[in-house]
């Protein structure tokens, strides 16, 4: 294989691999807000407490 197409099959599994880590990223996104509305609900119910 020449480094022309050495490139392209890098280039191609980069940009799969890419596409893999902004699903994760993306969905690692959503577990956080989910987290920082629970810590929300959480202290106000501390707050409530006291």
Do not use: G, P
């Not at 392209?8 to 699903?23: H, M, Y």
Request: charge should be negative; charged fraction near 40%; proline fraction near 0%.
């Amino acid at each position: 294989m020449d480094n022309y197409e050495q490139l392209k099959a890098d280039n191609k599994r980069l940009k799969k691999q890419n596409e893999w880590l902004r699903q994760d990223n993306s969905d690692l996104n959503k577990e956080i807000e989910v987290a920082y509305e629970r810590i929300h609900q959480l202290t106000i119910k501390i707050e409530e407490m006291f």
